[in-house]
């Protein structure tokens, strides 16, 4: 029987509000609608695989939830805060929450990696010189760098540095949730499957919320806890990599159960009974 008090609306507990919640966002370039009414919720501490065929919208969900682009319509949350109505020194204090690794690494190539670490912090606060350089030599070693790479420029790095450069300076902030756009492309098997372990380490160890685009099967089977499938414009699935693996629909069923996916020790429904 519902009562009265069964009525009156109960405030939701911290750990139930979503880290990210996106509902009904439209994006779009000209006449090209990228996403119709999408709607996503990122639980807090997890990591999220992003998927989905190329050129269907995954980066360009990452740019909106982070800001860099304005939808058409929608509401977007970020720890419970709606991003849209922040100004000022809240939308500032909102920007300390998160922190990003783009596909390509986005370093400034005229700064050294401590350097690059450190651009955030001068945007947000006004620190000591040795108290910066010592955030910024905490964050390098979080990554996974040695303390000489703290004074080397992008280009005297290789790749798999370079990204976790990037990462370093994703962390400078202290954020609770990481957004990063195809960590592992361009890296071999072995510096890959490093990448994945850092960052499942780094969840562990920071109790990061992870947004992870990504194409790569290893990834998605070794370190997400849950699997998002972007296709016609929304969110087509979501659920642990085997519900979504066992989803009916064309990309699902060849993306899960052709020869890379079954290397990677993903089995779909589908491919079991063949
Ligand atoms: N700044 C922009 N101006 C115009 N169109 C854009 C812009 N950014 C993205 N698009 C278009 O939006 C669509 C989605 O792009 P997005 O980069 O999000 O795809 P994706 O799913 O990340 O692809 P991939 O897996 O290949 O990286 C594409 O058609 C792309 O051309």
Redesign the pocket.
Known sequence: MTTETDLIEKPEAESDVPAIRVRGLV????P?I?HDHLDLDVKRGEILGVV????????????AIIGL?TPMDGEIEINGVNQHRLVGDAAQAARREWGVLF?DGALFTSLTVAQNVQVPLREHFRLAEDLMDDIARSKISMAGLPLDAACKYPSDLSGGMRKRAALARALALDPSILFL??PTAGLDPIGASAFDQLILDLKAALGLTVFL?T?DLDTLHTICDRVAV?AEKKVLTIGTLDEVARFDHPWVRDYFSGPRARAAGITSGKAKEV
Not at 27 to 30: I, N, S, V, Y
Not at 52 to 63: C, R
């Open positions: 994006t779009g370039f000209g090209q990228v989905g065929g190329s050129g269907t919208g995954k980066s360009v969900l990452l740019k682009i596909q756009d195809e685009v194409h972007i």
